[in-house]
């Protein structure tokens, strides 16, 4: 009877000693499962705040760019009235430059 309460602890010590490593097995399995899992939703993370940053950055250049043109055509306008001076004006104009520069500096 001795014999068979051993033989019966015995076997169920091996049971709990399968049933915990099939246990460490599904835990490893589960950890690597989640890790897959979190790589993936980090990645689609990833991706949509990317996309995001290039649409934010396309819309602001877009905006700077539609600031930025009227300063533009007015400069181009004002450009265009120097360009079309006489050569007697642009001497004067000039002339008046270097002499401000020369009279105050940088100031």
Do not use: C, F
Not at 26 to 50: K, N
């Amino acid at each position: 009877m001795a014999k068979e309460a051993i033989q019966a602890i015995y076997a169920a010590e091996q049971a709990a000693a399968s049933l915990i490593e099939e246990a460490k097995v599904q835990a490893e399995e589960a950890g690597r499962t989640l890790a897959g899992q979190a790589q993936d939703l980090s990645d689609q993370l990833w991706a949509e705040a990317d996309n995001q940053i290039q649409a934010l950055t396309q819309k602001a250049q877009e905006e700077a760019k539609a600031k930025a043109q009227p300063l533009l055509d007015a400069a181009a306008i004002e450009a265009s009235h120097y360009q079309n001076l006489s050569p007697e004006k642009l001497d004067q104009a000039v002339d008046y430059v270097v002499k401000q520069v020369l009279t105050y500096g940088d100031r």
